[in-house]
């Protein structure tokens, strides 16, 4: 509930409030699953709404949705409304939710490019180890160089298949590229394709000012996410937190320390943004999470324990809300009190002790004053909701993605990207080879023209040349034959002198 330019978190020995103006000094709601970390959460997120700041959170088991639908009464709930104190100000009420949901079954879809997520976050999602990263980094070089568009999982495709047929190419330019590597990332993304991962990569692209509105009435937008699939898939659901901090830090103006946050994140299952995160990536987490306060944005992980942020990032969540915690285990009481060493001592009672007795609904909360001084533990009965502690009917959740305005995200988009570009480039490309192909044939064939009749020619002057010698044969056989007659004739009649002579006459020519 807001009041007093203040969140009212819950009842101690007096009201426990949450000012504004540090709310975007981060947080963090732990506690044992079954506890109240949910009701917390949306107890929260109303007030917040309510002051005016638009919302993101993390809708995990769907429950989360009842944001869309005022509250029911029952005497339970009047019990508790009498116990806080708050009968004049509590009144069951719907609040104004955008659903969202990577798949676009249960909300508006979220998309980002594959250029917008980068080869680190991407990598993560793919498990790829070092040396298939680092050929995935070769791959968003190459399409920078080239001015590739890289949109979505087949102009990645696209631009590795490229990589691979030209390798001997690009090696020298970008270093070592193997077949393998190239095979072993081709195959994670077919397993993320089968998991669904598709749809989350195309356009259009989500603008997170799309998620920093309020509704008519004033009160901030409550963007809900809703998680129930995504969750299947850790990798995903971790990497795709990850990018919306790095998008929110990349995109929002310094603001110095506002009099309230421009936008509030609630990030569920936190955990799952550091499981398996190498120290650079849990490094840029921390810096994001550092500076990011002072773009004006509040981040609350929400998780079932403290040990599962890493201290470096724990140390920046200023505002603490911790249900209960069971310890079985050497391991789960060594976490309660680190839990309970994370708080400053309330001289009252023992901080360990308590969070390990504190019953649904209630937690041990510490939060900063309007001078930002964290103060003591305290055992506090949180508030109760004022929508429902139930999922939206799912004529609800329709009713609301149809007058959001956000239906432009509803159907996708395709633009030429690499995918296109390499396929006309490879089109272009056969065609060429086709041409030259048809010139080198047409080329052949005029060269086995040009040598038939040139071998014709040939066999004409052969012929002529055999014809020649064969008349000049027949020629000199006629002549012999007539002098060989002569010859006989005179021989035949004796022979004078005179025919002598002229018998020797006829054989010198």
Not at 18 to 42: D, E, Q
Not at 73 to 94: P, V
Request: glycine share 8%; aromatic share 6%; proline share 4%.
């Amino acid at each position: 509930m807001y009041t007093d330019s203040s969140l009212y978190l819950g009842l101690a020995e007096e009201r426990v409030l949450l000012p504004l103006s540090v709310a975007n000094r981060h947080g963090l709601i732990a506690g044992a699953s079954g506890t109240g970390k949910t009701v917390t959460m949306k107890v929260m997120t109303e007030s917040f709404s309510d002051a005016g700041v638009p919302v993101f959170l993390c809708d995990v088991k769907g429950d989360v949705s009842g944001l869309a639908e005022p509250g029911v009464d029952s005497e339970g709930m009047q019990k508790r409304i009498d116990r806080f104190g708050i009968r004049e100000q509590f009144a069951y009420g719907a609040y104004p939710v955008t659903f969202w949901d990577v798949f676009g079954t249960h909300g508006h879809p979220v998309r980002a490019t594959v250029s917008d997520m980068g080869p680190s976050l991407l990598a993560r999602i793919l498990s790829l180890t070092e040396v298939q990263e680092g050929v995935l980094n070769i791959a968003f070089r190459l399409a920078d160089d080239r001015g590739l568009l890289l949109i979505d999982l087949k102009d990645l495709r696209a631009v590795l298949n490229f990589l691979n047929d030209n390798k001997k190419e690009y090696i020298p330019v970008y270093g070592n590229i193997t077949t393998q590597s190239i095979g072993a990332i081709l195959r994670a993304i077919l397993t993320l394709e089968n998991e669904g991962g598709e749809k989350f990569f195309g356009e259009p692209s989500l603008d997170i000012h799309d998620w920093m509105r309020t509704a008519s009435d004033g009160r901030g937008m409550i963007n809900i996410l809703d998680c129930r699939e995504m969750i299947g898939n850790p990798h995903l659901y971790g990497t795709f937190l990850l990018w919306m901090m790095a998008e929110l830090f990349e995109t929002l103006p310094e603001v110095g320390d506002p009099d309230k946050p421009r936008l509030v994140f609630f990030f569920d299952e936190a955990h799952l943004l550091f499981s398996d995160a190498p120290r650079a990536l849990i490094a840029k987490i921390e810096q994001t999470v550092k500076l990011i306060r002072s773009k004006g944005v509040g981040i609350y992980f929400v998780t079932q324990s403290p040990s599962d942020i890493p201290d470096t990032v724990l140390a920046q969540l200023s505002n603490r809300v911790q249900h209960g915690l069971r310890a079985y285990t050497p391991n789960e009481m060594k976490a309660v009190r680190a839990a309970a060493q994370s708080f400053r001592v309330n001289p009252l009672f023992d901080t360990q002790t308590e969070i390990m007795g504190l019953g649904t609904g209630e937690a041990i909360v510490s939060v900063l004053d309007r001078k930002g001084v964290p103060s003591i533990a305290q055992r506090t009965a949180i508030l109760c909701p004022q929508s429902l502690m139930a999922p939206c009917a799912e004529e609800t959740r329709a009713a609301c993605r149809a007058a959001d305005g956000m239906s432009r995200y509803d159907t996708p988009t395709d633009p030429e990207s690499a995918y296109e570009l390499l396929q006309k480039e490879a089109e272009k490309k056969a065609e060429e080879d086709a041409l030259a192909a048809e010139r080198a044939a047409l080329e052949a064939e005029r060269a086995a023209f040009e040598k038939q009749k040139q071998k014709e020619e040939e066999q004409k002057q052969k012929k002529l040349e055999k014809e020649a010698e064969k008349k000049k044969t027949a020629e000199a056989k006629k002549a012999q034959k007539r002098r060989d007659r002569i010859e006989s004739q005179l021989i035949s009649t004796g022979g004078s002198l005179l025919r002598r002579g002229l018998l020797n006459i006829l054989k010198r020519k």
